[in-house]
């Protein structure tokens, strides 16, 4: 085949074979011959096509490392089964019918009747089936139709131009009624999981819906309040959604905005405009804040006298904190790297542990109440765990208002930085009446992946009592990496030259254009670092980007990274992967208790059951189906966002002017201090500069802080 790397084209495909498919997902991989006659493997979203039908696919070619060229469909469409080979397939595939019944049926009809004749009476023909009795009949009827809707719903999305791949979504949500419910309302698909706006308007608009139709306009202000939360809005002013809408949209929302406030569709006060689901969210988080402010201590403790002798010492500042947590049933302890949060927390549970008193920990990663655990010498647990989630259904947390978390004096949070409001919402509801909480983090990290800026908002509105550290321990200050930190935080070179006694562990290395900068990165990373500091590559070197695309960005990294890290590492089928790559999740897995972010290595791949073996950052070993690989992300190089919550030996951080748009203080800082042993960044001046010269201007519309004041 003369076909290219990176090359674009457009093939019918007789599928051969489907060596592999994903349980649950619509990824497959399958084998085929073109209409030339040429042989080849196709992959993408094909979990709906079976051996023997005729697909037209478009795409691209990919080289695989180990499997060669292959073909990446990104648009398909599937033939209705006209040969000997694709009919077999399609009545094999009937509950109870099989080859043998497949075949029977086949030479009994006849290739141009069968289809029509099952259809005119599925019973009566599919009773004729040998091997189908009356017992199993019903079975089979009832797979022949359910066959029969989901292909008219795939022949029906693709004759209007929408992917294949999404039909068995919508018929597995609406049934036999789809294509009646779509003709009438193409924007309810917009309702399903994995399904966007985009889609659901191209279908429109392939029915003729007009681009300034009232179904239009709504499915639109909605989706652009949706894609609000995605940028941590909890709601927009009534003037930015509206522009919002009007650029999505290409017209003027006009008075749609109020008409779906009076069905309830949306939450209008003011100029502000919610979706009700975040609105309750932030309300319901804002009321349990202002209970748990306003009720009185649980602990029945005095608060004894400051230490002033003895392996800690602590300061005012410090012990103010334990007298914090023992007055108020809610507060804030907060402070960057090296004021001694750590060392406060563990006053906290020492006390209370000779009170007798009990002490829970939980942090919203592994990794965070991994090191939680051992700094402060008391068990820790993810958030998830500690609120016991379950894939339901419905999905969501066990514990909750009305099965609060037991046995608990204390609970301790730590990265408090990363809450969003619907997870901070779901772990304040479930604080025991007799429970106090402190919530510990950093306010100059970034802000979290999810909707809001819980610990900012809380300090903001200044009913929380507040311990903010700001003095930096002798023993912290011989770290340079504490204080570059602190120096990126006032806008200030970080340091570079250290004092007598003082730790290197921070470096600058300044190099000037992208492929400068990109090798020196790859080569940290690969070579030097893990040379010198007795590193694993993989597991204990991180290298943080602010970019996913561009020269120096985490793609091009992550290339070039697993060339010299992981060149000979078994593939496995079906997915980018290798055994021993690096990889991060990039959603909310609650069942594997995998949540986005998250790092782990693939140590071991058993292509017999389908299933690998990963190796967390927080110390677990996890086997699970390769299909769910397919949430993952290769990580060698991740983005600063996603470190969060994370820590390593070594991290490296490639700074280029080109990624100037993301280029903040908060940024840097974030992962600068996400280094345990050494940081190295490796960039160009400018980029520097702008970094330390802008504080992140990025602010959530969120009404928390008055709420919580109310």
Excluded at 567 to 581: E, W, Y
Excluded at 647 to 665: K, Y
Aim: charged share 25%; net charge negative; hydrophobic share 40%.
């Amino acid at each position: 085949m003369a076909a290219v790397d990176g090359e674009r084209e457009e093939l019918t495909v007789e599928v051969a074979a489907v060596r592999w498919r994903a349980d649950g997902a619509d990824f497959a991989v399958l084998t085929g011959v073109t209409d030339k006659g040429e042989e080849l493997t196709v992959v993408g979203p094909l979990a709906h096509v079976h051996e023997g039908e005729t697909v037209d696919v478009a795409g691209g070619w990919r080289r695989h490392a180990k499997h060669g060229l292959q073909f990446h469909a990104e648009q398909v469409r599937v033939r209705e089964p006209v040969g000997e080979a694709a009919l077999l397939a399609y009545l094999g595939s009937i509950k109870h019918v099989g080859p043998r019944g497949a075949a029977w049926l086949l030479e009994r009809h006849g290739p141009d009747e069968v289809l029509a004749a099952i259809d005119r009476d599925p019973g009566g023909r599919l009773r004729e089936v040998p091997g189908i009795g009356r017992a199993r009949l019903g079975a089979a009827v009832g797979s022949w139709e359910e066959q029969g809707a989901l292909r008219a719903v795939r022949l029906f999305l693709e004759d209007h131009g929408v992917p294949a791949a999404v039909a068995a979504r919508i018929y597995r949500a609406y049934g036999a009624g789809s294509i009646e419910l779509l003709r009438t309302d193409p924007y309810a698909m917009t309702e399903l999981d994995g399904i966007g706006f985009a889609t659901a308007d191209a279908l429109a608009q392939a029915l003729g819906t007009p681009p300034d139709s009232p179904g239009r306009m709504e499915a639109g202000i909605v989706h652009v309040l949706h894609e609000a939360e995605q940028d941590g809005h909890c709601h927009l002013p009534r003037a930015e959604l509206a522009e919002r809408a009007r650029r999505l949209l290409g017209a003027d929302p006009g008075d749609r905005i109020d008409e779906l406030a009076a069905r309830g569709r949306l939450v209008a006060e003011a100029d502000r405009i919610a979706e009700p689901r975040m609105d309750a969210v932030e309300r319901r988080l804002a009321r349990t804040v202002h209970e748990l402010v306003h009720g009185g201590p649980m602990l029945a403790l005095r608060v004894p006298p400051r230490p002033t002798a003895g392996a800690f010492v602590p300061t005012e500042a410090q012990w103010s904190v334990v007298a914090s947590v023992l007055e108020h049933r809610l507060s804030i302890l907060t402070g960057g790297p090296g004021t001694g949060k750590t060392a406060s927390m563990r006053a906290v549970v020492d006390l209370l542990h000779d009170e007798r008193r009990t002490v829970k920990l939980c942090a919203p990663t592994g990794k965070a109440a991994r090191r939680l655990a051992e700094s402060t010498g008391a068990p820790a647990s993810t958030i998830h765990r500690l609120l016991e989630w379950e894939p339901g259904p419905p999905p969501g947390f066990a514990r909750g208002p009305d099965n609060p978390i037991t046995g608990t004096d204390v609970l301790i949070v730590d990265e408090a930085s990363m809450l969003s409001v619907g997870l901070a919402e779901a772990l304040l509801g479930a604080v025991g009446p007799r429970t106090h909480v402190l919530l510990v983090g950093d306010v100059d990290q970034l802000a979290p992946v999810g909707p809001g800026r819980v610990l900012e908002d809380l300090i903001e509105s200044g009913v929380v009592p507040t311990v903010g550290l700001t003095e930096i321990f002798r023993q912290a200050a011989r770290s340079l990496i504490v204080r570059a930190a602190h120096a990126i935080n006032h806008g200030e070179r970080p340091p570079t030259a250290p004092a007598e006694g003082d730790l290197r562990d921070f470096f600058l290395i300044e190099r000037d254009g992208p492929d400068a900068i990109f090798r020196e990165a790859v080569s940290l990373a690969a070579e030097r670092l893990p040379a010198h500091y007795g590193l694993d590559p993989v597991a204990d070197v991180l290298v943080l980007a602010p970019m996913h695309r561009g020269p120096v960005g985490i793609d091009a990294l992550n290339t070039e990274l697993r060339l010299r890290l992981n060149p000979d590492g078994q593939a496995i089928a079906g997915t980018p992967f290798r055994v021993s790559d690096r990889i991060i999740q990039t959603r909310n897995n609650h069942e594997r208790e995998l949540m986005n972010g998250e790092l782990s290595v693939i140590t071991h791949h058993d292509a017999e059951r389908g299933r690998v073996v990963l190796a967390c950052d927080d110390g677990r070993r996890l086997a699970l189906p390769v299909g769910e690989l397919d949430t993952m992300r290769l990580a060698h190089a991740i983005s600063i966002h996603k470190s969060q919550g994370s820590q390593a030996p070594a991290v490296v951080i490639p700074l280029f002017r080109g990624h100037h748009v993301m280029l903040t203080r908060n940024l840097l800082y974030t992962a600068v201090t996400r280094a345990e042993r050494v940081c190295v960044v490796a960039g160009d001046r400018q980029a520097l500069a702008t970094a330390l010269g802008r504080r992140d201007a990025h602010r959530r519309h969120t009404r928390l802080a008055e709420r919580v004041r109310g």
